[in-house]
């Protein structure tokens, strides 16, 4: 029973966060999180556990940070419930993806339950069909080729513009 022993050393967050720095609190999962253009998912960048799961310190404890999401933008987290991903992205800290379960419900859902969010969806969110050539299933879920193409490229062009207004400035001094 390994699963239940990981639960058990789940930690009371309320001990941790309170009034007095919850706003720091939800600045830094601001900080320390990118926005996944295709599955809406805010990505954990900062530390993660067993490489899936995003931590923070919180005073003097690590916490999981998609737990302290779940907490400081939708409340308590009942005992005996685990935050589960509804995207299936365990590093995602998005509070829309995030669900309260019992531990039993969780236990049922499979990584690639057909209940999932993606799944259910024929197109992408910017309405490209999802057919065999324009998807990409990975360990998160499908992604619209289309888009990743689209957002890499353009990412791109803004590091060059970056780089050529810093080239500019450089060279006015
Ligand atoms: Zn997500
Ligand atoms: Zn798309």
């Not at 998005?94 to 999932?116: C, I």
Request: charged share 25%; hydrophobic share 25%; net charge positive.
């Amino acid at each position: 029973m390994g699963k239940s022993s990981f639960y058990t050393r789940i930690i009371n967050i309320s001990d941790y966060i309170d009034s007095s720095n919850i706003e720091s609190v939800k600045t830094r999962l601001f900080d320390k999180s990118m926005p996944e253009p295709n599955t809406g998912c805010f990505i954990w960048i900062g530390c993660l556990f067993n490489g899936d799961y995003g931590r923070m310190w919180v005073r003097d404890k690590q916490i999981m940070a998609h737990r302290i999401s779940y907490f400081v933008h939708k409340g308590e987290i009942p005992e005996d419930f685990v935050i589960d991903h509804i995207c299936n992205n365990p590093s995602c800290i998005n509070p829309q993806h995030l669900e309260a379960k019992t531990q039993k419900d969780n236990g049922y859902r499979s990584k690639h339950s057909p209940t999932t969010i993606n799944a259910q969806k024929t197109h992408c969110k910017n309405g490209h069909e999802f057919t065999e050539e324009n998807t990409n299933s990975t360990i998160y879920g499908r992604r619209c080729i289309t888009c990743v193409k689209k957002y890499k490229s353009e990412w791109y062009l803004k590091k060059i513009a970056t780089k050529e207004r810093l080239k500019k400035l450089n060279h006015k001094k």
